[in-house]
C-alpha cells in the first residue's frame, strides 16, 4: 500500500487487540491515517463517507475499551462501520469495498467474527444487540454487547420496542447513541427535538436547587461512574440531563460525550462498562469530520443540504434518474390537484421529493425512517380525503407490509406507493435489493402495479394512478436512468407488443428489462432467429389478453428482476401459459448493476442465449 | 328489547347528540345501563368484555366534549369500542356483533360513518389519527380528532413512530392514553414501569422548589388548562408529573384523570380540546370496572390472571387445544435442550407459552407488542447460539415481515416460528383472519413451512423443526381444536396419501382441511365417485415427488384456507400441475368459522360437489 513515514501498517498489526497498546497520541494519529484511507476510498468506490468519517474516534475507542469477537458490537444500518472494518482484520481489502466479491459496504458476520450482525435497514441494532446480550447472560457469559446507533435510527418504532425491551433486561447491554448534528433537523420529529435540547449548551439554565433535587433521587450506581460524572466538565448539567427520557426507559445514562476525544470516549464507555447493566452512552459527532474541504469551509459543506433527514443518506438523485422524474410529475400532479400530498420515510432527496418539498411544503410529510407509521398515515390521509403518494425504496417497504393489508387495502382508500429501487440496486447489496415487492405486493388484495420502461411511463402510470384507479396503487421503477434506447421507445399503461410475422417463441419481461430483452432480439436476429417480445406495464392484475396471447406460442420466456416464488411469471404459469422463467433465487449480493444482472441470466446476451437455447443459466 | 323503568331507549334516542342534554346523574345511570348491556351481549357472543367495561365513562364524556363524526375518534384495537357502538345508532343491532353478518366486534368507517377509521391490530391509531388530522388541518377544517390508546398499544413501536411525528404537527390531535392497570406488568416493558410510576401516588415526593422549578419552564398554553390543572387536587403533583416523557415528545399532557369519573373526564378531554394543539390526555381506568363478580371478589377476578400482558386479551387457549399442545411440547423439548427459548408479542396465553413461562421463566421473553422487535431479537438471540421460538398468531407476524427476510433469513440463522390461528379465525373477521401467512412466508428464501392437520402431527413438526432442520422454520396451525377424526389419523412430517385403485382424480390440502376433504371424499364414495387426496404436511418447499404424482391424474384439486395469490396450489400449478384451486379471494368478514369456510367452497360438502363437478364454488 506504500506506507508513508509514520503510518500504521493495518495489515500486520494484530487488530484490534494492538489498539490497546497505542498512546493517545498515536490514536490520535491513526485517526488521521483512517480518515485518508476513508476518504480516498469513498472517492473511489462509494458509499457513505461523512457517517464514517464521525464515528472514527468512537470505533477506536470501543476497540479500545472492550474485547471484540467475545465482546459484540453491533452497528445500526452499517454505513458507519467502515472504521471497524478497518481496524479488524480487513484493511488489505478495504480497497475492495463495495464491489462485486469484494468487502460488503454494511456489517456481514460471514465476512468477519467481529461483525456481530447483519445490518443495512434501520433500528434493528438495540432489538438484534439485545438478543444477543441475552443469549450471553443465559449462558453466563459475562461479556458486553454494545449496539451503536445514530439519533436518525431513533425516529424508527423498532427502535423503540427494543428500548422498551431492554432497559428490564439485566444485560451487559450497552447502546451507543450517536448523535451527529448534521442528520437532525426539526421535522425528523419529537425525538430529534429532545435530543437536541440535551446537546445545546444554552438549554442549561438550571438553578442549584433543582440539581440538587436530581441528585437525590439519582439511582445508585457504580462508583466509576460517579467519579466520571464529576470530574466532567459540566457535571451539574450532565446530571440533570440524565434524569430524563432515557432514564424514564430504565437505563443508566452517561454522557453526552464529545465522540472525537478518545480520552473522553474511553473514560465513558468504561463507566459504562463498570455499571454492568443497560446503558445508553450518549456521544456527540460531527457528521463529516476532518474532511479538509468541510474543515476549510464549514459553511459550504454544510449548505450542500445533500443528506436525507434522519439518515443522512447523501444518496442524492440526480436530475436524470427515475427518482427525479417521479418527483417533478408528482409536483405537476399535485399543482393541479391539491388533495395530493407526498409522504417519505427520511428519503427525501433519495425518492427526488426534494421538489414536492420546496414547491408545496404544507402537503410534504417526512415522516422520519418509520415505514411503519408512513402507511398508516397515508391510510388516515386518505380516510380525510386526500391522495397520499408515498415514495419508498422497494426494500424499506418491506416494513410496512402489514400496514398495507390493514390500514391501506381494508380500508379501501385510494393511495399510491411510489415504489423506488426496485430491482437490483448493486452495491448497497443483499439488504437492500429491491427483489421482494412484486411478491409481497400481490399478495395485498386489490392492488394495482405498474412497472413502466421509460421515464415517460413512469409519468403516465403516475397520472393513471392518482387520477384514475381506484384503491392501493403501486408505481415501481428502478434505480438510476433509463437507458438511452428505451428514452425513444413507445409509452403505454397497459402493454407493448413487438412482433413478427410467423415468430413461434414469445418473451415477456416489464420495466427497465424491456430494453435488455430487445436488445436479445437483435442478437437473435442477426442469427436469423425471431421471437415476440410482450411488456406488461401494468403488471398487475393479471391480463386475460395477454394470458391467451401467449398460450398461442409454442414456448414462452419470462425475465424478472424479482424473487421467483411470487413472480409474475409463476402467476401466469400457474394460470395455464407453459413458459420457462428466469427469475431471482436466494439473496443477491453487492456488486455492479449490470454484472449483477448478467450473473441472474438478465442480461441482453444471457437472455438471447436462453432463448436460442444455448444457455441453461437461472432456470426455474 | 323490553327496557326496564329507567332505562334509557338507546335505539330511539338521536345519538350521539343527545348524550349532551343528559345530567351527570343520568350518565351515571347510562354507564350502568350499558355495562348490563355489555356484560348480557359478551356472555352470549364473546367478545372482549373487561376493556369495554373500562371505557364507558370515557366514551360517554367523549361524545359529549367532542362531536362525531364531524370530530373523528379513532380506537386503537378497537376492542374498547362496544360502547361507542351502543352510542352512535347501533343498539338495535348490539346483539349481533360477532356473528356473521352482524356488526363487528372491531371499529368499521362501512359499518358506520362514527368509526372514523378501521382497527383490528395494535398501535396504528396515532398514525391513523395524525394522518386524519393532517388532512383536516389542510382543508381548514377546525375540527378535532381523538386517538384512543391503551397503555398496551404503547409497547407497539408504531405507535412510538406516530408520537414522535404527532408532536411537531400543528395538528388538533388529541391522545386519550387509557391507562388500565390490569394489563401492565413490569414484564411488558420500561415504558409500563414508567407509566405506573406516573400513575402511582407514592411516587409523590417533590418539593416545593422542585414544582416552581417545573412551573418556570412550562410552556405557555391555555387559560383553561391552567384552570383546570390548578383546580385538581393534586395539581403540583400533576405539574410535575406532566414534565416528562412526553412533554419532551412535544405534546401538551393533562391528567391523570379518573377514567370512571363523568366530570372530571369532561373537564380534562374539555381543557385538552381548548388548548388546540397536539396533546395527551392520561386517563386512569379499571379494566373491568362495574362487573359484579369482580366487585364482590376483586381478588378472585385479578386472580384470573388470564389476561394477556399488555394486550389484556382473555384469549386464554383451553387445554385441549392447538395452541396448548404447542405450547406443552416446547416445554417438553427446551427440557431437552437448554439453547430453546420461547417468544412472544404479548400473547403468552393465547399461544399457550403460558407453561413455558411457567416452567422455564429465564428463557421465557414477552416483548410486549412487538413484532419487529421479536422477530430482530430472535436473530440475536440465534447468532449467540440459541434456538429461538417465536410463537404468534398468522396476522400479527405480518409485522415482522422485513425483519425475517433481513435479520433472520439474510442472517441465516436457525429460528422457529410458532404461526398460530393460520387460517380463518372467524369472530374476530377481516382484520385477524390468518390468510396471509403462506403468500408472504414463501417469498423468504430458504424457509420451510409445515402445515399439520392433527395434534401429533404438530408435536413431530416442532421436534423436527427444532432438532433437525435449518435456517427459518415455520410450523403453522389453526385456531380452536383438532378435530375427533382427525386425532386418529397418520401423523407425519412429510406428506399423507390416500388412494384408491384406479383413481383418476386426485385433491390436496393441507391442515385441519384434510378432515373436510376426508370427509368429501367419503361423501364421494357413497356416490361411487372416487378420488385419491395427498397432503402434504411440509408444505414448502415443494415437494418433487408430489408434482410428479399429481402430474400423473386426469384432474386434481387444489383446497387451500389461504390467499390465492401467493397459494401453495398456484405454485404447483406453475409447475406444470394442471389443476382446479379453491382458495380465498380478498379479506373475509367475520362470522362462525364452520359458516365462512363453507361459503368459501372449502366445507366437505362444498369439496365433494366440486370435484364431482356439480358446483362452480370458489373456482380459480
Not at 449548551?201 to 438550571?206: M, P, Q, T
Not at 406495464?537 to 391480463?543: D, M
Given at each position: 500500500m506504500g506506507l508513508k513515514k509514520e503510518e500504521f501498517d493495518l495489515e500486520s498489526m494484530d487488530l484490534p487487540a494492538a489498539l490497546?497498546?497505542?498512546?493517545f497520541e498515536e490514536c490520535r494519529r491513526l485517526a488521521r491515517q483512517i480518515r485518508r484511507t476513508l476518504i480516498t476510498t469513498v472517492s473511489k468506490?462509494?458509499?457513505?463517507l461523512s457517517s464514517n468519517l464521525g464515528t472514527v474516534e468512537l470505533t477506536i475507542a470501543l476497540h479500545r475499551v472492550f474485547e471484540s469477537p467475545a465482546d459484540k458490537i453491533v452497528w445500526d444500518?452499517?454505513?458507519?462501520a467502515y472504521t471497524h472494518k478497518l481496524l479488524t482484520g480487513r484493511a488489505g481489502r478495504?480497497?475492495?469495498?463495495?464491489?462485486?466479491?469484494?468487502?460488503?459496504?454494511f456489517p456481514r458476520p460471514d465476512e468477519s467474527e467481529h461483525d456481530a450482525f447483519i445490518s443495512?435497514?434501520?433500528?434493528t441494532s438495540v432489538s438484534a444487540a439485545l438478543g444477543i446480550a441475552a443469549a450471553m447472560k443465559l449462558k453466563g457469559d459475562e461479556h458486553f454487547t454494545v449496539a451503536v446507533l445514530g439519533?436518525?435510527?431513533?425516529?424508527?418504532?423498532e427502535s423503540f420496542e427494543g428500548l422498551n425491551n431492554a432497559?428490564?433486561?439485566?444485560?451487559r447491554l450497552i447502546i451507543v447513541l450517536?448523535?451527529?448534528?448534521?442528520?437532525?433537523?426539526?421535522?425528523?420529529?419529537a425525538t430529534a427535538k429532545y435530543l437536541a435540547t440535551l446537546r445545546t449548551?444554552?438549554?442549561?439554565?438550571?438553578t442549584k436547587d433543582a440539581v440538587e433535587n436530581v441528585l437525590d433521587r439519582t439511582p445508585l450506581v457504580g462508583q466509576s461512574i460517579k467519579k466520571f460524572v464529576r470530574s466532567s466538565k459540566n457535571a451539574f448539567k450532565d446530571m440533570i440531563l440524565h434524569s430524563t427520557m432515557f432514564e424514564d426507559l430504565g437505563f443508566e445514562f452517561v454522557g453526552p460525550?464529545?465522540?472525537?476525544?478518545i480520552e473522553e470516549l474511553e473514560k465513558g464507555l468504561g463507566a459504562a462498562k463498570a455499571l454492568e447493566c443497560p446503558t445508553i452512552v450518549m456521544v456527540n459527532t460531527q457528521k463529516g469530520h476532518g474532511y479538509p474541504p468541510a474543515e476549510e469551509n464549514p459553511g459550504g459543506y454544510h449548505g450542500v443540504g445533500a443528506f436525507d433527514l434522519?439518515?443522512?443518506?447523501?444518496d442524492v438523485v440526480p436530475e436524470d434518474s427515475w427518482s427525479a422524474v417521479f418527483g417533478r410529475e408528482l409536483v405537476r400532479l399535485a399543482h393541479e390537484d391539491s388533495r395530493i400530498c407526498a409522504v417519505t420515510a427520511a428519503m427525501k432527496f433519495g425518492t427526488g421529493l426534494q421538489y414536492f418539498h420546496k414547491e408545496i411544503p404544507d402537503r410534504?410529510?417526512?415522516?422520519?425512517?418509520a415505514e411503519q407509521h408512513a402507511a398508516t398515515f397515508c391510510g388516515g390521509l386518505a380516510a380525510a380525503g386526500m391522495i397520499p403518494v408515498f415514495a419508498v425504496y422497494s426494500t424499506f417497504l418491506q416494513r410496512s407490509y402489514d400496514q398495507l393489508l390493514h390500514d391501506l387495502a381494508i380500508m379501501r382508500v385510494h393511495a399510491i406507493l411510489?415504489?423506488?429501487?426496485?430491482g437490483i440496486v448493486g452495491e448497497d447489496g443483499e439488504t437492500h435489493q429491491g427483489l421482494f415487492d412484486i411478491p409481497f405486493l400481490t399478495?395485498?388484495?386489490d392492488i394495482t402495479i405498474y412497472s413502466p420502461s421509460n421515464y415517460r411511463e413512469l409519468e403516465l402510470c403516475l397520472d393513471k394512478a392518482v387520477n384514475e384507479d381506484k384503491g392501493l396503487v403501486a408505481v415501481r421503477y428502478p434505480r438510476g436512468s433509463e437507458s438511452a434506447e428505451l428514452a425513444e421507445g413507445e409509452a403505454d399503461t397497459d402493454m407493448t407488443c413487438m412482433t413478427t410475422e410467423g415468430a413461434r417463441i414469445a418473451a415477456v419481461t416489464y420495466g427497465r428489462l424491456f430494453g435488455e430483452l430487445a436488445k436479445a432480439r437483435e442478437i437473435a436476429a442477426e442469427r436469423g432467429f425471431k421471437f415476440d417480445i410482450y411488456k406488461p406495464?401494468?403488471?398487475?392484475?393479471?391480463?386475460e389478453e395477454l394470458t391467451e396471447r401467449l398460450k398461442s406460442y409454442d414456448k414462452v420466456y419470462f425475465f424478472e428482476?424479482?424473487?421467483?416464488?411470487?413472480s409474475i411469471g409463476e402467476k401466469y404459469a400457474a394460470r395455464g401459459v407453459r413458459c420457462d422463467r428466469t427469475a431471482v433465487h436466494g439473496f443477491v449480493p453487492h456488486g455492479a448493476c449490470g454484472s449483477l444482472l448478467d450473473g441472474l441470466g438478465l442480461s441482453a446476451e444471457k437472455m438471447a442465449a436462453k432463448i436460442m437455447g444455448r444457455a441453461e443459466n437461472g432456470k426455474t
Open positions: 490497546k497498546d497505542l498512546s468506490n462509494g458509499g457513505h444500518v452499517g454505513h458507519q478495504f480497497g475492495t469495498i463495495r464491489t462485486e466479491d469484494g468487502l460488503s459496504g443495512g435497514h434501520s433500528s439519533d436518525g435510527a431513533l425516529t424508527g418504532g432497559g428490564k433486561s439485566g444485560t450517536n448523535y451527529n448534528e448534521m442528520s437532525i433537523s426539526k421535522s425528523v420529529g449548551k444554552d438549554s442549561y439554565h438550571k460525550i464529545d465522540g472525537h476525544n434522519s439518515t443522512g443518506n447523501p410534504f410529510f417526512d415522516v422520519g425512517i411510489g415504489v423506488d429501487r426496485a399478495t395485498v388484495p406495464v401494468r403488471i398487475f392484475p393479471l391480463s428482476e424479482c424473487y421467483g416464488y411470487g
